[in-house]
């Protein structure tokens, strides 16, 4: 077994290049969802490295973003380090970055542990989150197990993946007894139908896949050498340049448009048989859209939850959020249920709340319409 690791040892990635088309019109490609105050003061991706903070050094901490968001990456942390901005030269979803981070990782520590944590996740019960975190980086540098974090389900959600829980995992031979529960992982379940998610929520053996993942260099270096050769191969490559800036941004420009595009869950977790399940026993949310969005807003005596000015008459269980930096005057609504209204100073969007998840349909339509792509 691995000696306990230190906080010189811990890293984080954090993923941070998404688009959040969800939440369009206020999310857009250079402002999207995480750089956004959407809850609280402070953007998502602030929130999210205020969390790790007291676990993770500013200097081990990685940003994996794209060019467009970088700048205002830049500016909303000003104190993480240059090299520590990680620019991927185009999408290629998550087990892309993975690999990425996990090398730039390896040049400084072959021996570090690090988690790989999404930058839009809402999580209030920070000192709980950091409790699981710690137990799971203890327990990733200690052996060869692949963690991830699972959340208990509230409900039966189609939105979300599940994980099928098993056994429960003894600490490991020389580690204090950890505070965190942890689970044999039996099976990745993908977005299941509304009934068997209710099957799943009854039988309280399954957890919502939160997509929060911690592990050890040499495991995740081993994991992409059996399940992703190619992606394995270029991690190698871009180890042996990260001490270079400059040489790993051509070794990314020429690597990364020939990878392939597939998710860490689909390439590496689903096939491995060395992965468990932290118990994350914190508040989460993923925020996935605008109905989302409500739940951590306060609602008035008729359910209407508003970010701005809003008069009603008669209408009940409506999101207004009103994001205009200029002009600002009331949105009057009457009559209406289960609305979103979103206004911003160019745009504004009006939709049934059971239809929110399909904001991202309505962005790709204004994609392959010329005349709409400055809203984007």
Not at 81 to 109: F, W
Not at 233 to 255: E, H, N, V, Y
Not at 268 to 292: C, I, P, Q, R, Y
Request: glycine share 6%.
């Amino acid at each position: 077994m691995a000696p306990k690791q230190t906080h010189k040892d811990r890293y984080a990635i954090i993923m941070a290049g998404g688009r959040g088309e969800r939440f369009w019109p206020v999310s857009r490609e250079r402002m999207p969802k995480q750089l956004l105050s959407l809850v609280g003061k402070r953007s998502l991706l602030q929130q999210a490295v205020d969390r790790i903070l007291p676990l993770v050094p500013w200097r081990n901490l990685l940003v994996i973003t794209n060019a467009v968001q970088a700048p205002l990456v830049r500016k909303q942390l000003p104190r993480l380090p240059a090299a520590n901005l990680v620019i991927e030269p185009c999408g290629r979803d998550t087990c892309a970055a993975v690999a990425l981070g996990a090398a730039i990782v390896g040049a400084r520590s072959t021996t570090a542990a690090m988690a790989v944590l999404p930058a839009d996740h809402v999580i209030p019960d920070e000192g709980k989150f950091r409790q699981v975190l710690a137990d799971a980086l203890d327990l990733a540098g200690r052996g060869q197990v692949m963690v991830t974090i699972g959340i208990a389900p509230t409900e039966p959600h189609t939105g979300y993946g599940y994980i099928h829980i098993g056994d429960p995992l003894p600490p490991p031979r020389g580690a204090s007894a950890y505070r965190t529960a942890f689970y044999k992982a039996r099976q990745f379940v993908e977005k299941p139908h509304h009934e068997k998610a209710v099957e799943f929520v009854q039988s309280g053996a399954y957890r919502w896949n939160a997509g929060m993942f911690v592990w050890s260099f040499v495991t995740i270096a081993e994991s992409l050498l059996q399940h992703q050769p190619q992606l394995a191969q270029a991690a190698q490559t871009w180890m042996a340049a990260a001490a270079s800036p400059s040489r790993l941004k051509r070794c990314l420009a020429r690597d990364y448009p020939g990878l392939p595009r597939i998710s860490v869950d689909f390439a590496l977790m689903e096939k491995a048989h060395n992965v468990v399940v932290a118990e994350g026993a914190f508040g989460w949310d993923d925020l996935g859209s605008w109905t989302a969005l409500a739940r951590h807003l306060k609602a008035d005596e008729a359910g209407n939850c508003a970010v701005g000015d809003l008069v009603h008459v008669d209408a009940e269980r409506n999101l207004i959020f009103d994001a205009r930096t200029r002009n600002r005057t009331p949105i009057a609504v009457v009559g209406l249920r289960d609305a979103i209204i979103v206004q911003t100073d160019d745009a504004l969007l009006a939709a049934h709340k059971s239809q929110a998840q399909k904001v991202k349909e309505l962005v790709a339509r204004l994609a392959g319409m010329p005349r709409y792509r400055k809203w984007l």
